[in-house]
C-alpha cells in the first residue's frame, strides 16, 4: 500500500517510475493502480534511477537496500520503515558485504508519517502522502548532497521532510505510532473475548469503539516485526500508558472527581492542539460531507459533482451505526471548491471545507 501510494503520488507530479516485488502477481497489480512500469528484478527496477524507495517489511529492508545501492550506482535509496536505529545497523552489515561498501552514504533512512491499517496495492492512493510529516533521520555517514535529493522529492511529492535523529526518532513513534496500534489491538481483542460470553457485546460498539480499534485491522505480522525491532521502546511506551491508566482507575475506585476531570481536561487541550487533518498538498481542498447510510446517496452526492464537472481525485466513506449516517472526505481540486460546496448545498448535502 505505502509502496504504491509513493508510486502514484511521484508519477503524477512527473516522475518516472520503475517498481518491483517478489510476488509477481503483487507487482502486477501494483504497476496497474500505481501507473508505474514493472520490473523483473531489483537489479532492472533500479538500473538508472536517480532515487530508489524500498517500502517492504522492516526484516528485509537492509538486504533490499544494499541490493539498491550496488545496481543503482547514482541513485539515492531511501525507506519507509517505521524503525530506524536497527534498520541503519543492518543496512551497514548488509552494504559492507556487498560490493561496494563505501555506497552506504548514498543511504538516506526515511519514514513517511502515513499510510492505514489496509494492506496491498488496492487500497494505495497518492493522497497517502499529502501534507505528511516525512522523517528523515541521517547520520554521520549520509551524504548531504543526497539527503537533500531526497528532501526535494518529498516536498515535490506533496510531504514535508524533517530531520531527526534516529534514536530519538524511535523512541517518539513507540508513543504516537506503536503503542496506538497495541492499544487498538488490546482492547479488540479484550472485546472478542468477553464475546463469547456476551454476543451483543459488538452490537453496542459505537462510534468512538470503532475509531479506537480501526488499527486493529493492521497487518499481524508485519506490525510483530515492528514491534519486536523497537521492543525496548515499545515496552517503554507499554509501561507509561499502564502507569497512566492505573493512576485513572484508583481515581475511580477513589472518587476523586476533580482529579478525573483533570486528567480529561489536559487530554482534551492536547487532543485540541493538534491539527484536524494534515495539510494536503497545494492545489486541492478536503471536503467532510455527513450522507444518508441508505441506498443512492452516494451515487446523487458524486453525480451532483459530475455534473458540474468536478473531478474527485479521492473519496473515503466512514460507516457509523448511530442513526443509519455516514461520513464522506472528498479530495477535489482547490478551484472546484466553491462550486463543489454549493451543488451539494443544493443537494441538502451540509459540506464542510477541512482543507
Do not use: Y
Request: with cysteine; charged share 20%.
Amino acid at each position: 500500500m505505502m509502496g504504491t501510494s509513493i508510486a502514484m503520488a511521484s508519477a503524477r507530479v512527473g516522475c518516472t517510475v520503475t517498481g518491483w516485488d517478489r510476488d509477481l502477481e503483487i507487482a502486477t497489480r501494483a504497476s496497474h493502480r500505481g501507473a508505474f512500469v514493472p520490473a523483473g528484478s531489483v537489479a532492472e527496477c533500479v538500473a538508472g534511477a536517480d532515487l530508489v524507495v524500498v517500502a517492504t517489511p522492516v526484516a528485509s529492508v537492509a538486504d533490499l537496500v544494499a541490493q539498491a545501492l550496488v545496481a543503482g550506482p547514482r541513485a539515492a535509496v531511501t525507506d519507509v520503515a517505521s524503525i530506524k536505529t536497527q534498520v541503519i545497523a543492518d543496512a551497514r552489515v548488509a552494504a559492507g558485504s556487498a560490493a561496494r561498501s563505501g555506497d552506504i552514504a548514498r543511504f538516506v533512512p526515511g519514514h513517511p508519517m502515513g499510510g492505514g491499517e489496509r494492506s496491498g496495492p488496492d487500497h494505495a492512493s497518492p493522497s497517502v502522502v499529502d501534507g505528511i510529516v516525512w522523517v528523515l533521520t541521517p547520520d554521520a555517514e549520509t551524504d548531504p548532497q543526497h539527503l537533500e535529493r531526497v528532501e526535494a522529492w518529498i516536498r515535490r511529492i506533496g510531504a514535508v521532510p524533517t530531520r531527526m535523529d534516529a534514536q530519538r526518532h524511535d523512541r517518539l513513534v513507540a508513543v504516537v505510532s506503536h503503542l496506538p496500534q497495541v492499544a487498538s489491538t488490546a482492547l479488540m481483542g479484550l472485546a472478542a473475548v468477553e464475546e463469547a460470553d456476551e454476543p451483543d457485546i459488538l452490537l453496542l460498539a459505537a462510534g468512538g469503539f470503532r475509531d479506537l480499534t480501526r488499527l486493529a485491522a493492521s497487518n499481524p505480522s508485519l506490525w510483530s516485526a515492528i514491534l519486536l525491532s523497537n521492543g525496548q521502546e515499545v515496552a517503554r511506551a507499554i509501561d507509561l500508558f499502564v502507569e497512566r491508566l492505573l493512576q485513572l482507575k484508583e481515581d475511580v475506585l477513589a472518587e476523586h472527581g476533580e482529579n478525573i476531570e483533570a486528567i480529561f481536561a489536559l487530554a482534551k487541550q492536547a487532543r485540541l492542539r493538534m491539527a484536524a487533518k494534515p495539510t494536503v498538498r497545494a492545489g486541492v481542498a478536503v471536503l467532510q460531507v455527513p450522507i444518508p447510510d441508505r441506498p443512492g446517496s452516494l451515487a446523487q452526492l458524486t453525480a451532483a459533482l459530475g455534473a458540474k464537472d468536478v473531478n474527485i481525485e479521492d473519496l473515503q466513506i466512514v460507516h457509523s451505526p448511530e442513526g443509519g449516517r455516514g461520513t464522506v472526505h472528498l479530495t477535489i481540486g482547490a478551484s472546484d471548491a466553491s462550486i463543489a460546496t454549493m451543488v451539494l448545498a443544493e443537494q441538502d448535502f451540509d459540506p464542510i471545507r477541512l482543507a
